[in-house]
């Protein structure tokens, strides 16, 4: 079933409508301890739904996205009497809706699920397209199902209250979406400041909703993620092999920022292997620079980089590195492969790029 997509600030009013609609037995927030702090208050004051459901609370961090996360939910579902017509709603960022999205699917063979993402990574990514998942095994995202939410109801009003580099975190899921898309939504995006002068989280929305079109468009194409879908992965590669360089040495940085110094990595490899064009390579490499810094690669980080790369779960075999790379904006090349010289050769351009 395709997943229903709400863009409003009006959040409350929404959810209220929608759960009107379905008439369910009974509803369950499952939340997180920052959420629950900072944001279900303001839903419970504009929404009668909240304010009478029962609450499930995890704790925050993707630390927490285990299997003890996902045996508190379920305890509490089976505590709360949930059947097959309860409803449950996943109010948070990634965490809340992967786990809460795997418990709802898992429980009794599944309850149906609705997202209120509450951070823009959580929006404009975690909360549509029906991936859910815990880590196991300390891998990410090791057991999970495609389980579509019946609807996400997305909205930039929480967004004030987040930390800026979580804002950043989510706008470079934004930048990947517009590279996928095409010449005028990326520039719009690059001429949008996600900071300054003021964060002004309403007039985001737009971009949102564009960002997240992109995103469903590829993925109503190909749920199961088998072919065009993995032209979501762009960045990711190279991202998750620095997010985990980063977290091995001490220094981790937030999943976002590692996808925006994949991307300029990313798109380098494509101009040498695709013929993407090399000024809006440059464009993106000073965006991100400027936005979210650089990250800091000596020559002697290379080899460790690229095993992770190796390990990455996208490969088919350890010898082949797997990239989703572009011949142009909206051009995306799915399961293209690259050699361990010619990544050596990107990330020396990255370096260049950024001033390293
Ligand atoms: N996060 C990429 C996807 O949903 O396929």
Redo the contacts with the bound molecule.
């Keep these: 079933m395709e997943q229903k997509l709400i863009f409003t600030n009006a959040v409350g009013n929404a959810l209220d409508n929608l759960v009107d609609a379905l008439d369910a037995a009974s509803v369950t927030i499952i939340t997180d301890t920052n959420t629950l702090r900072l944001v279900l208050p303001l839903l419970q004051a504009d929404s009668r739904t909240a304010a009478s459901a029962r609450i499930i609370t995890i704790k925050s961090d993707d630390i927490n996205k285990n299997l003890d996360g996902l045996k508190h939910v379920w305890t509490g579902l089976a505590e709360g009497d949930v059947t097959r017509k309860s409803l449950i709603i996943n109010l948070g960022g990634g965490v809340v809706t992967d786990l809460g999205g795997f418990a709802a699917a898992t429980f009794k063979r599944g309850i149906p699920y609705i997202n209120i993402p509450t951070t823009l990574l959580g929006a404009v ?1 975690a909360s549509v ?1 029906g ?1 859910t998942a815990i880590n196991f095994n300390g891998l990410k995202n090791q057991l999970g199902t495609f389980t579509e939410a019946l609807a996400s109801v997305i909205s930039t009003v929480y967004l004030n209250t987040l930390p800026r580099q979580e804002i950043l975190s989510g706008y470079a899921e934004m930048l990947k979406h517009g590279l996928l898309d095409d010449t005028d939504t990326f520039a719009s995006l690059l001429k949008y400041n996600p900071i300054y002068p003021d964060f002004e989280s309403e007039s985001l929305l737009p971009l949102l909703r564009k960002s997240v079109s992109v995103k469903s468009r590829i ?1 109503e194409a190909d749920p199961l ?1 088998k072919g065009p ?1 993995k032209a ?1 992965n762009l960045g990711h590669t190279a991202g998750h092999a620095i997010e985990a360089f980063a977290m091995k040495h001490g220094k981790p940085i937030p999943h976002g920022y590692a996808v925006a110094h994949g991307l300029v990595i990313e798109l380098v490899l494509s101009h040498i292997r695709l013929g993407f064009p090399a000024e809006t390579l440059r464009q993106l490499a000073a965006y991100i620079l400027e936005n979210y810094g650089a990250f800091d690669i000596r020559c002697d980080d290379y080899d460790e980089l690229i095993s992770y790369m190796r390990a990455d779960k996208k490969n088919s075999t350890p010898d082949e590195i797997n990239f989703t790379l572009l011949h142009a904006i909206g051009k995306p090349q799915t399961d293209c492969t690259a050699a361990p010289g010619q990544i050596g050769a990107a990330i020396d351009i990255y370096r260049d790029l950024t001033g390293l």
């Design positions: 990514d397209g991936k993925v993620e879908r979501l």
